[in-house]
């Protein structure tokens, strides 16, 4: 017999990333030519191996697009005292436009010291408590990178929130919260599960969207999905062979949904772009 299966489109996180970038780059280029080049500043403080992929990412995604940045690395002893200091520093540097601490720090420097020790005009991870409060009440400020980097892609498809059912699963102050808001000024109808949510699926059926930002394969299967939704998937995890997957069932639930983002390949090279879209935004702010 022959089934006609649907298959979802897939979102394709490296060519919109391409497509964005080359568009940071001739903005990035129109301002040197006023004589500002954007600049990030990247702390690494410790040896975290996925942290230094990351980092070495965020760098060259910045030599891609023509602009300046130093890659600041310290030992794990290094004092939280110090740490601050050196934000401080970069804070008052007119060549830095950006400053991103890469996170997790060693467990002896408090995180929120150093998100908060960052000029909220220098924010570009959109972490601090200035940018949070500019999101949730709708002002100007720079958005966190990953849920940016979802509603670009939303964008991308044309995709319309209003009225739309999104249901955010997870709820950090990186991507869910910061996701839900997004969606919400958008005019979708939003809902955030989390790990005590009951019944996840119940929730998941209604939803024209879905965001898995968990941690957790297979949080979403085909059976969660409602026909021509559209799924993000944030998710970074590792399957039984060792390979970088997603939340979602990609496999499974590509057959029920209307789009939906793989992993490699979706929301992770779009979290660097949007990185680059702040730092530009932040130097071209800085000139006027
Ligand atoms: P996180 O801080 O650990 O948050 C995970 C969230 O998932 C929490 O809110 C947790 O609920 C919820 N959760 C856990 N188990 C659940 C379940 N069974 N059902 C429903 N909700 C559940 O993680 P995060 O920083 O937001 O990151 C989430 C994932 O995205 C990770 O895999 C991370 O590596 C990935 N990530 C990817 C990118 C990228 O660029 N692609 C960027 C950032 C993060 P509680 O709040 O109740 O604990």
């Not at 129109?30 to 600049?39: D, N, S, V």
């Not at 996925?50 to 794990?76: I, M, P, T, W």
């Not at 949070?132 to 964008?155: H, I, Q, S, V």
Request: proline letters at 5%; one cysteine or more; glycine letters at 10%.
């Amino acid at each position: 017999m022959i089934t006609n299966t649907p298959t979802a489109h897939i979102i394709d996180g490296i060519a919109l990333s391409q497509k964005l970038r080359t568009d940071i780059t001739a903005r990035a280029s129109a301002l040197k030519a006023r004589g500002i080049t954007p600049g990030l500043a990247v702390i690494l403080v410790g040896e975290n191996p996925a942290s230094q992929v990351y980092v070495r990412n965020k760098v060259k995604g910045c030599q891609d697009c023509g602009f300046h940045s130093v890659l600041e690395k310290f030992d794990a002893t290094m004092a939280e005292a110090e740490l601050l200091a050196r934000i401080e520093a970069l804070n008052n540097d007119p060549a830095i436009h950006g400053i991103l601490v890469q996170l997790p720090v060693p467990k002896h420097i408090d995180a929120n010291k150093v998100i908060e020790a960052i000029s909220p005009l220098k924010d570009v991870d959109g972490f601090h408590i200035a940018s949070a409060g500019a999101l949730m009440t709708g002002m100007p400020g720079f958005w966190p990178c990953t849920p940016y980097g979802c509603m670009k892609m939303l964008e991308s498809i044309g995709y319309d929130l209003k009225g739309k059912h999104a249901v955010v699963i997870g709820r950090s102050n990186i991507v869910g919260k910061p996701m839900a808001l997004m969606l919400l000024q958008k005019n979708a109808t939003v809902t955030i599960c989390h790990s005590a949510t009951k019944d996840l699926k119940a929730f998941t059926l209604q939803a024209d969207v879905i965001v898995a930002a968990v941690g957790k394969r297979d949080v979403v299967t085909a059976d969660m999905v409602k026909p021509g939704a559209v799924v993000l998937d944030v998710g970074m995890n590792r399957n039984d062979e060792g390979k970088l997957c997603g939340d979602v069932d990609f496999e499974g639930v590509r057959q029920v949904a209307g789009y939906i983002t793989p992993v490699p390949g979706g929301v992770g090279p779009m979290t660097i772009t949007m990185l680059l879209m702040n730092t530009l935004e932040a130097a071209e702010r800085a000139a006027i």
